[in-house]
Nanobody
């Protein structure tokens, strides 16, 4: 199993920056893709950004040029640097990781509990 713990959320003014972290722990063979999703009140969960173990990235159009996803494979940690934040970025940000279990190589797909990002003046 993979346990994910997010940190770094908070209140920030429009135009400001925040850096989110997602640390993975537990017993697993490998983590493949790590991603950040967000869910605003009354809206569906949406992909923000994802990164493979090789470093390939994918972003939602709404955050391209403002957000950057990265990861430290040695620490099993993913980061989301968020710049030029807008009120519409306000949401709970959740980390997701998929990979393979230790031993039987079963597919793993885990979610963190989320961290709240509020963009407001």
């Amino acid at each position: 199993q993979v346990q994910l713990v997010e940190s770094g959320g908070g209140l920030v003014q429009p135009g400001g920056s925040l850096r989110l972290s997602c640390a993975a722990s537990g017993s697993f063979f490998r983590i493949n893709t790590m991603g950040w999703y967000r869910q605003a009140p009354g809206k569906e969960r949406e992909l923000v950004a994802e990164i493979t173990s090789a470093g390939s990235t994918n972003y939602a159009n709404s955050v391209k040029g403002r957000f950057t996803i990265s990861r430290d494979n040695a620490k099993n940690t993913a980061y989301l640097q968020m710049n030029s934040l807008r009120p519409e970025d306000t949401a709970v940000y959740l980390c997701n990781a998929n990979g393979l279990a230790r031993g039987n190589y079963a597919r793993l797909d885990s979610w963190g509990k989320g961290t709240l990002v509020t963009v407001s003046s």
